[in-house]
């Protein structure tokens, strides 16, 4: 009985390129992107995990897939010993409050009709976790910590009203105010400001080190800026319109591919 609270085994997410008649005919038949092809990685309790490459390598496309916000080709996704592979909606809702995603593009993620305190207050209502007023004092107090402040001023203001480094402040704390036990980092702090970067990492690490049942995963460029004793890398490379090479074992249980740079050496 493994004690992972994330199995991904041989997950494979083609996205289907829609052609007229006549190119299907030239090209003898439908094309798929190939975007993530035979991936494979368990995440322990309290571990940090990095996914590294270089943009469009299918990062965020592998983060996204693993939570179920995209249908996996094939493959197997295990979450807390549950296979969640083709669970439907509604079977993944329970689920969602313990695996939550820090987006990469803040602007996209955060809807401009309702002010920043309600969106992050906002899983807490929709999970039945707290009512209104908890929810709002959770956010006040998360809102704090990640660098929203005067917080109570900040609650009432649209995201029109904030920059990128506040609104991506904004993201992460809606992430982390439900306590997941499993948070994918799409490059959380690319956007803020090195003053509040470190301050923002820090608070990510404590809730890992210090509960020691929230796992992290982080899709990166450059990986995890921090060190660890429980913080793996894996390098990836970019998605190609034919099926990829297969992947070739490197040293201890990373895996890496023909022709990528590891990150580790």
Known sequence: MTDAILEVHDLVKHFPVKLPGIARILWGGDL???????????????????????????????????????????????????????????????????????????HASLNPGMTIGQSIADPLIIHEAADEREAKRAAL?????????PAEQMYGKYPADLSGGQKQRAVIARAMILKPQLIVADEPVAMLDMSIRSRVLELMLSSVTESRSCTSAELSRWGPRKESTQTRNIPTRRPSWKPSPSPIPCDGDERCFPGARCPMR
């Open 32 to 106: 798929a992107v190939h975007a993530v092809d035979g991936v494979s990685f368990s995440l322990r309790p309290g571990e940090i995990f990095g996914l590294v490459g270089e943009s469009g390598c299918g990062k965020t496309t592998v983060g996204r897939t693993v939570l179920r916000l995209l249908e996996p080709t094939s493959g197997t996704i295990r979450f807390e010993g549950m296979d969640i592979t083709h669970l439907k909606e509604r079977e993944l809702r329970p689920l969602r409050k313990r695996m939550q995603i820090i987006f990469q593009d803040p």
């Open 141 to 149: 107090e998360i809102m704090t910590e990640v660098g929203l402040a």
